[in-house]
């Protein structure tokens, strides 16, 4: 009966070894993630502030407050034409505010309701 007592004990405790192993191993892979997410983001703003003005960065920064997905949406896309080489001078508030309803007219849904 102790033997029996003392193998489930065993067994509790490579079980719980087991589940605080597989715990740490997540964890650290959330934080790797986390890590690499902050580091395409910083790119991103590094690319950012080359080819926007202050203007166009205030803009897009209260776009964003607003309309997230279309903030990043722009952002992604902005980055994408620069690393194709296809942005050759700064982009300014106006020109930002052109694409901006280029690409809501493109995004945008009608909703209508039906009495």
């Known amino acids: 009966m102790r033997e029996m007592a003392e193998d489930i004990e065993e067994i509790r405790r490579r079980k719980l070894m087991e589940l605080q192993r597989k715990y740490l191993e997540q964890q ?6 986390e890590r ?14 080359k080819i926007l003005t202050p203007e166009a ?14 903030a990043r ?6 980055v ?25 007219a493109k995004t945008r849904r009608e909703f209508r309701i039906k009495w």
């Open 57 to 70: 960065r205030e803009r897009l920064a209260r776009v964003k407050l607003v309309r997230p997905e279309l």
């Open 36 to 49: 690499q997410q902050a580091l395409i983001e910083a790119q991103i703003q590094a690319i950012l502030r």
């Open 80 to 104: 994408q034409l620069y690393q194709a080489g296809q942005i050759t001078e700064r982009i300014d508030d106006a020109k930002l505010k052109r694409i901006l309803a280029q690409i809501e």
């Open 28 to 33: 650290k892979a959330q934080e790797e993630a």
């Open 73 to 78: 949406q722009v952002e992604l896309i902005l």
